[in-house]
């Protein structure tokens, strides 16, 4: 009993939001008007060709402004997001301001793709091919320019009527990327059954890729798999040079991370980007590095 109550204690001076000056129940008042009173926003993040440094892709990524508060990672609200629902209306806000941002830089990379996270419980409901399909319209976007990130977990608790809809979005052209791979079950058999067109291999692999051999044989045997599957594969939180070196060596094509570049506005990206032209690389359009 004393340690709980230690622990307790602990928990309360630790500035994590359940425990925080704002209670729960105000924060959660506050995230149901977050989305109206325009506090959320996106960053972007690059996705680039590891051979060439071009840019692939962005990743959205959530982001909350909390009056009180101060800025919020998603790792700070999206939990309780999810326990209210509240994650449906952020999700679906996500998805149109994705595509809209991506619209925003088709002309200049008409291959580049944005991709945008969606949670568990968005997956299970009916309605998210109608979200999809009126934010990839509504911004003038094709399809394909769109990729929805999915967790592991998210695709193995998955029903019959969660793989046709993923399905029915495949054949929109819709793309589809396992994220955070290797992290959950480790069940193959699922990869058989789910239309995805890319592995994204979580960054605490990559994270250890040039030190330990066994994340570098993870590494290496995700990359073949995705290329048995025929799949796209990112190495995510790519940060130093030798875990680009050991990635890029293992022959993973592309990859996200503080190497190449932070989660950011998208004016910001675009210069960011403009200045990260390739050394030794001179037959790059400059049209494929800016955003
Ligand atoms: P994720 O989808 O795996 O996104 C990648 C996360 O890794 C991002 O954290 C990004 O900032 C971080 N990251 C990227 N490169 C590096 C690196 O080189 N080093 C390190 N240490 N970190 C790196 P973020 O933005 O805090 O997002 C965390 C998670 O929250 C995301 O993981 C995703 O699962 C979820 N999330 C973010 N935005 C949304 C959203 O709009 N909707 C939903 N449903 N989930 C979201
Ligand atoms: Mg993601
Ligand atoms: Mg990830
Ligand atoms: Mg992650």
Request: hydrophobic share 35%; no cysteine; glycine share 6%.
């Given at each position: 009993a004393a340690k709980a109550a230690g622990k307790s204690a602990y928990r309360r001076c630790t500035p994590g939001l359940r425990e925080s000056a704002v209670g729960r129940a105000e924060l959660i008042a506050d995230l149901r008007r977050a989305v109206d009173e325009g506090q959320l926003h996106l960053e972007f993040q690059p996705i680039v060709d590891l051979a060439t440094g071009a840019v692939r892709s962005a990743e959205a990524l959530v982001r909350w402004r909390h009056p009180q508060l101060g800025m919020l990672s998603p790792a700070r609200f999206l939990p309780l997001a999810e326990e209210t629902g509240l994650i449906l209306p952020i999700d679906r806000w996500v998805i149109h301001e994705a595509c809209r941002a991506a619209a925003t830089w088709q002309d200049r990379i008409p291959s580049a793709t944005v991709a945008v996270n969606i949670a568990a419980s968005h997956l299970r409901r009916p309605d998210l091919i109608a979200t999809v399909t009126e934010a990839t319209a509504g911004a003038g976007l094709?399809?394909?320019?769109l990729t929805l990130e999915l967790t592991e977990s998210a695709l193995i608790e998955g029903s019959d009527a969660v793989l046709d809809r993923l399905s029915q979005l495949r054949e929109l052209g819709i793309r589809i990327a396992i994220d955070d791979f290797g992290t959950g079950y480790s069940s193959l058999s699922y990869l058989h059954r789910i239309p995805a067109t890319e592995l994204k291999i979580d960054r605490s692999f990559v994270a250890r890729v040039a030190e330990d051999n066994r994340a570098y044989a993870t590494v290496e045997m995700v990359t073949r798999l995705a290329g048995a599957f025929d799949l796209a594969v990112v190495a995510e939180g790519v940060e130093t040079d030798r875990q680009h070196d050991a990635v890029a060596a293992i022959g993973c094509v592309q990859g996200q991370g503080f190497r190449y570049g932070?989660?950011?506005a998208l004016g910001e990206l675009r210069t960011v980007l403009a200045r990260?032209?390739?050394?030794?690389?001179?037959?790059?359009?400059e049209s494929d590095l800016t955003l």
């Open positions: 094709a399809p394909r320019a932070r989660p950011a990260r032209r390739p050394t030794g690389v001179t037959d790059v359009a």
